[in-house]
């Protein structure tokens, strides 16, 4: 539905409702600390309940939409309530899209055997390499274990939860930076730059945590070096938020034609969620055998994944979906993956998508 020059900016909207959340629940985090009793961390926890009571009740009051509607046949009721929607009765030309777009969808058969041929090749490396190297960068190390980092760092609690903060702003913020520049300079530019920068802040945090703790991880490290330590840790979440945390959803968003968006999406979506309970897990453990060596680690996935971007990732800003095939077809390594025949096929469908 977005136009090509806004897609980018529209999507991230889904990262930037992460980030909100994220800072929301640091915030609730830093005040339920403060309540006297030893039993704030029950009321932060339970805080969580607020968001799903609302979301909950509000499923009760919310009307279907026009697409489901027309999806289950009931084209007249689509029709009123696109037009209490839109507010006007002129809706026959988008209610005749929707019908279109509609019968498309109906028409895709096999979604996750279609995917597997050749000719979807590298949409199907999109779909598992870019929510994996998503998860890779560490984000969630910082994110899920803020405050524990700070205190092992020997900040006090209320400053570990007040660094949590300040990161989750950052997160916030950078996101925002995204939104206004991810269709101006395009998503392989924000990638390899995010990349290079989380690269040097990690492999500075490294030194710098292993000057002080050493390959013992007994030590102790002054103010001065804590704070520039916050520093280089916002500096690394920023580099994640204008790039591969938005971008790890929108570009496999617009990679996957009608055919195989289903499967796509929710290989995306598993895969991302696979790595982020993968990395959540072996946190701690890999802290405690690695050490400082852990943030290093990180940096050696941030020049892979900076080298699978910078060979194998075609630009596609701007691009609209139905001429991404083009893209491909045209690039040094993924063209020979497709036929002059898909090609073919791939723009006579273009009117139907
Ligand atoms: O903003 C950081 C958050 O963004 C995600 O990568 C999702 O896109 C999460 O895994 C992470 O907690």
Request: charge should be positive.
């Amino acid at each position: 539905m977005a136009p090509p020059k806004l897609r980018g900016a529209l999507n991230i909207g889904f990262q930037l409702a992460t980030t909100i959340g994220i800072l929301a629940a640091n915030l609730v985090n830093y005040g339920t600390n403060k309540i006297k009793g030893r039993y704030g961390w029950r009321i932060s926890i339970g805080m969580a309940a607020i968001p799903a009571v609302i979301i909950t009740l509000g499923a009760l009051v919310l009307p279907d939409t026009p697409n489901s509607l027309i999806a289950r046949g009931y084209t007249d009721e689509a029709r009123r309530m696109l037009q209490k929607i839109r507010g006007t009765n002129e809706v026959d030309e988008e209610l005749h899209d929707l019908v279109e777009a509609s019968e498309a969808v109906k028409q895709i058969q096999h979604p996750w055997r279609n995917i597997l041929q050749p000719k979807y090749r590298p949409q199907l490396m999109v779909s598992i390499f870019i929510p994996m190297f998503q998860q890779l960068t560490g984000i969630n190390v910082i994110m899920f274990y803020a405050p524990v980092l700070f205190k092992t760092l020997g900040f006090g609690d209320n400053a570990s939860l007040m660094s949590a903060v300040i990161t989750g702003v950052v997160n916030m913020l950078a996101t925002i930076v995204s939104i206004v520049v991810v269709d101006k300079f395009g998503r392989r530019f924000l990638f390899l730059e995010g990349g290079l920068q989380m690269f040097i802040s990690q492999v500075a945090i490294g030194v710098i945590l292993g000057k002080a703790f050493g390959a013992s991880g007994v030590g102790e490290m002054g103010k001065g070096s804590a704070n520039v330590l916050l520093f280089l840790i916002c500096v690394y979440v920023a580099a994640f938020a204008w790039s591969w945390g938005p971008l790890g959803w929108l570009v496999p968003s617009e990679v996957f034609p009608l055919e195989i968006r289903s499967a796509g999406q929710s290989i995306t979506v598993s895969v991302n969620l696979l790595w982020t309970f993968i990395v959540a897990q072996l946190f701690l453990m890999a802290l405690c055998h690695l050490k400082f060596g852990l943030f290093f680690f990180f940096g050696i996935w941030c020049s892979l994944y900076g080298i699978y971007i910078f060979l194998f990732l075609p630009e596609t800003k701007n691009v609209p979906i139905e001429e991404m095939n083009l893209v491909w077809k045209k690039h040094w390594f993924w063209g020979k993956y497709i036929t002059d025949h898909d090609h073919q096929i791939g723009y006579s469908m273009r009117p139907m998508v």
